[in-house]
């Protein structure tokens, strides 16, 4: 059944490298959780205490807002296939933008895309595993090409323009650190 690590084991590290989809739950100090799936080839496991997610431009930008003002952060993985297994990585994060310094120390480790928009660096203190016997079987068929698509027609131009329109601040009104500060459009 369920444990409580202290770390990734090697183990649970190749489980994360096959899985296709993971789910981030973050929250501020008031106002609504969020959780959204997440997938596209965009999360790294540094270490056994460190992870960093890719994430790319969306409709919203619930995560940066809410890591501003409350550095908790959950990722979820569940096995569709094979073993039943649930995992969950429990930390604190920060986002890095295109204009942090850490951010080309961070891109290289993916793929090129148009609408990247933010690299999330999550120090895991708690890693829980739990049984995972009620998850469905699922199949595979492939990746969605659709937002890649969408962000490569409007551009890099283009998607900053989004993210000043779109991406600056939470369904609670929180900044998202999107824009560079005192940055002109």
């Not at 799936?37 to 992870?51: F, H, Q």
């Not at 979820?76 to 994060?93: N, Q």
């Not at 986002?95 to 999330?120: C, K, L, V």
Request: aromatic residues 10%.
């Amino acid at each position: 059944m369920g444990k409580q690590l202290e770390q990734i084991t090697p183990e649970l590290q190749a489980f994360i490298k096959d899985q296709k989809i993971f789910f981030v739950a973050t929250a501020a100090c008031d106002g609504l959780v969020n959780l959204s799936p997440k997938g596209m080839d965009s999360i790294r496991v540094l270490s056994a205490n460190r992870v960093i997610w890719l994430n790319v431009t969306g409709s919203g930008n619930e995560t940066a807002a809410h890591l501003l003002e409350n550095n908790r952060i959950t990722i979820m993985f569940c096995a569709f296939e094979g073993k039943p297994l649930i995992l969950r990585l429990y930390g604190k994060g920060q986002a890095y933008h295109p204009y942090d310094s850490e951010w080309n120390q961070y891109i290289t480790y993916f793929p090129p895309m148009t609408g990247a928009r933010q690299i999330f660096d999550i120090k895991v203190d708690m890693v829980q595993t739990s049984c995972g016997m009620a998850v469905p079987f699922m199949d595979y068929n492939r990746e969605r090409d659709e937002l890649n698509k969408w962000a490569d027609k409007k551009g890099a131009e283009g998607i900053r323009e989004y993210w000043n329109e779109r991406n600056t601040e939470s369904l609670d009104g929180l900044t998202t650190g999107i824009l560079e500060p005192n940055a002109d459009l």
